[in-house]
């Protein structure tokens, strides 16, 4: 597995703890469809939450949060509600986050959460 892999695996772990933390039930992950990839599905009070991890070693190539664009968030709330169909649920209503994770290696990776990116 490429470094880049290995470190995107980890950044996905740290942000299911996070939410896990947080009071989030995470149910997915890593679903994949032919439209694209959820990193992280969870339920939040009935809300269904699809998260979108970026995870980098530095901040040399940009914030991790740079790397969601337009095209990114509207393909997200489309998978969202693919996976919602997939699955044969339904929710109140449903919203996708997105996590930064800063992990140098050094110290305990930092972690920046976003609600309801649109």
């Known amino acids: 597995m490429k470094a880049k892999d290995v470190l995107g695996r980890r950044g996905e772990a740290v ?5 896990t ?18 990193d992280i599905v969870a339920i939040d009070r009935g809300t269904l939450v699809v998260v979108e991890v970026k995870t980098r070693s530095s901040l040399n190539y940009g914030h991790p949060f740079e790397a969601i ?3 990114k968030l509207a393909r997200l709330y489309a998978l969202a509600s693919q996976w919602a169909r997939a699955h044969d649920l339904r929710f109140a209503g449903f919203r996708v986050d997105a ?8 110290d305990a990776p930092r ?8």
């Open 15 to 19: 942000a299911a703890d996070y939410l």
């Open 99 to 106: 996590i930064a994770v800063l992990d140098t290696g050094e």
């Open 111 to 118: 972690i920046e959460h976003l609600r309801a990116v649109s």
């Open 69 to 71: 664009n337009a095209a």
């Open 21 to 38: 933390n947080l009071g989030l039930r995470v149910i997915d992950r890593n679903w994949k469809c032919s439209s694209g990839e959820i």
